[in-house]
């Protein structure tokens, strides 16, 4: 230890811990690949199958659509620890159970793990659903306000009527 860092504690400074750097687009399509790859070798039962696919699906369309909605957002970090954290952590932990066990014993009142985990995948579905809502709205907002900007720049459409029924 030397002396700079012995006086830093003596005064109660706090030795900065190396933080690791945020994952990277890369990060979250590797970690969604691997998801895939448990549910292969774990033989899942294709309602579990076909909600992760729908997860993976909306987190791959989201992901360009991430700078919209600004880094560090508490969106943006739900899209990424959905996908490198509660999306694994979910499916392995019932993929580590014995198939029948799971899919016929009670844990939670009358569901089984099978049934917990269906809600716990709706549940992160229906939140990616409204993320990729969001970012796509910001899209839709900005292609309004160009409107308006090119309406006001310019005026009103001046071209051929395309409105249906008869013209007065």
Do not use: C
């Not at 793990?113 to 839709?140: F, Y």
């Amino acid at each position: 230890m030397g002396l700079k860092s012995w006086l830093g504690r003596r005064r109660g400074e706090e030795q900065a811990a190396a933080v690791p750097p945020a994952p990277t687009e890369q990060d979250i399509l590797a970690a969604l690949n691997r998801v895939n790859a448990m549910l292969a070798e774990g033989n899942a039962p294709p309602v579990i199958t076909s909600r992760v696919q729908r997860i993976a699906r909306t987190i791959r369309d989201t992901l360009p659509q991430l700078r919209h909605l600004g880094v560090g957002t508490i969106e943006s970090y739900s899209v990424m620890a959905t996908a490198t954290d509660y999306l694994p952590e979910a499916v392995g932990g019932y993929l580590r159970l014995p198939r029948e066990w799971a899919d016929t014993r009670p844990i939670d009142g009358y569901k089984t793990s099978l049934m917990v985990l269906v809600d716990q995948l709706e549940l992160l579905a229906a939140t990616m659903d409204k993320i990729l809502d969001a970012a796509n709205r910001a899209d839709a907002q900005a292609l309004i306000a160009h409107g308006m900007f090119l309406q006001a720049k310019f005026g009103p459409p001046s071209g051929p009527d395309l409105t249906l029924g008869p013209t007065p």
